[in-house]
DNA sequence: GCAATTTTAGGTCAAATGACCTAGAATCAA
DNA sequence: TTGATTCTAGGTCATTTGACCTAAAATTGC
């Protein structure tokens, strides 16, 4: 079935939406901003999101939505409380390299820090910014579950949540903004959160 | 030396600032209202301030060098480059709870978002905050050094923005904006730290 | 084909905004 | 004491802003 004009104008509209909160700033961002992004004026943008805010949000939902379905994509494999099944070290390093890939594409960087900030003042954004994470790390659970078979889900929910940490923070400070990134850096953070997933490595023994 | 009326002015200035930027938000912060909530008028904030970026900068340095601060005390030794002496593992715990406890300042966590986003799009704000990051890590690498003697200098910067990027993602997944805190998941952070930077715990052997 | 609905263009308005200004009061330094 | 400087209050201005509106064109569905 193909979409309506209106659904392909609407998601015209977030794209550009979402290009000039990246360039100028949700601060810095102004409705003729946008409708200029989009190639319309601002009395047709308003037609599909009569308020600034309904536009931001739906940005922003549109934004989580897509970070869920990477990284569901990136697993791989059922990501489910009650799935079952094991996680060799090659795929979790496949999977974290994916993961880091992803928490690299400077674009993104920029939209989660303009939800972050969004969030830290605007309650609607700050819960649906935690009903993601939630389910983010829900789905990293998934992942650790796999590799940690003996963890209570108590344990297991905190390994995730410090895995989801790590990545979190790691998208800012590898960024240009903070310019912490290293080639070696990279490995040394899909070490960590391999030392998480799966444990300790084996013993040396003499 | 009793500081001039105009350097307690704004001190409280910036303290005003600082309060508005953690409850509105960067995006919906005026200049009146920064004056306000000094209890100013808008033209004497600008006397102060002849411009909007002059204050918001202001605010950022003064943000960022009080977390470099916070850190050197943190630590309670000398964190250069060419400071020797070892670290305990109950003295890096010690460190780690302090810095994590600073990481759950709910007004500093926001001002922290802000600053991103603001260096998200303004150059002169990521240039600032680029100069943060290498300084705050140097410091961690301060501390990583006497944990693990045995690294090389590009090892010891690697593990230190691995230790600066778990902490900065924390302060936001633990949060309530995120609302991914639990006791248990901050002993998990610290441990994973500890980890960091201590390397393997003792083997277990048979 | 035609009425209803959706899409599009363009305009207007009051309020808010950052920037700039004047003038008087307070403080400082010689 | 006096002039210079700093501090403080309050005002003004042009521009920008989000919100709201009208009307025409395009599309849809019966």
Chains 1, 2 share one sequence.
């Not at 444990?199 to 040396?204: D, I, V």
Request: with cysteine; charged share 25%; glycine share 6%.
């Amino acid at each position: 079935m193909t979409e309506s004009k209106g659904v392909l104008r609407k998601a015209a509209l977030l794209d550009a939406a979402e290009e000039v909160l990246v360039t100028k700033g949700n601060a810095n961002a102004a409705m003729r901003d946008f409708a200029a992004a989009a190639g319309v004026r601002i009395g047709h943008l308003q037609h599909y999101f009569p308020t600034r805010s309904d536009l931001i949000r739906a940005v922003l939902e549109r934004t989580l939505e897509r970070s869920l379905r990477r990284l569901e994509e990136a697993a791989g494999f059922d990501l489910r409380a009650g799935a079952s099944g094991t996680l060799t070290r090659s795929d979790s390093h496949r999977l974290l390299e994916a993961l880091l890939l992803e928490h690299s594409d400077l674009a993104d960087v920029r939209m989660h820090l303009e939800i972050w900030a969004l969030a830290a003042s605007d309650e609607l954004a700050a819960s649906a910014l935690r009903s993601f994470y939630s389910q983010y790390s829900g789905h990293v659970q998934g992942v650790v579950r796999r590799g940690r078979p003996d963890l209570t889900e108590p344990e297991i929910s905190d390994v995730a949540a410090t895995v989801v940490s790590l990545f979190e923070g790691a998208a800012v400070t590898r960024s240009d903004i903070a310019g912490l990134r290293t080639e070696q850096g990279d490995q040394a953070i899909i070490r960590t959160a391999q030392w998480l997933i799966h444990g300790q490595e084996p013993a040396q023994c003499p």
